[in-house]
């Protein structure tokens, strides 16, 4: 069964750092780009960071978490991270990962709570 499941989430205070993680039971894991998304209430989900097909892959980021985010992937261990540094209250989110289209069925996510 195909399942994504986030972790790491949790309270930090503004500046501080988080290291979310990603397990993707996905047979292919290998060959699909992978995303990392947040969803505040009331707001669509929206586009954070992407990172290719390998370690080495190239990443993109959304302006808002440029040089304070960083995506990477652990093909071996069919794994996503996101490291966030410098983080704000505006990062306040439930956090998801998913592959590049086709979208599997999205994971629980995990909340980041940065307070001021």
């Known amino acids: 069964q195909v399942q994504l499941v986030e972790s790491g989430g949790g309270l930090v205070q503004a500046g501080g750092s988080l290291r979310l993680s990603c397990a993707a039971s996905i047979s292919t894991f290998s060959i699909y780009s992978m995303d990392w998304y947040r969803q505040t209430p009331g707001k669509q989900r929206e586009l954070v960071a992407g990172?290719?097909?390998?370690?080495?892959?190239?990443?993109t980021y959304a302006d808002s978490v440029k040089g304070r985010f960083t995506i990477s992937r652990d093909n071996a261990k069919k794994m996503v991270y996101l490291q966030m540094n410098n983080l704000k209250p505006e990062d306040t989110a439930v956090y998801y990962c998913?592959?590049?289209?086709?979208?599997?069925?999205w994971g629980q996510g995990t909340q980041v709570l940065v307070s001021s």
């Open positions: 998913n592959r590049r289209l086709p979208l599997l069925p």
């Open positions: 990172i290719g097909l390998s370690s080495s892959g190239s990443t």
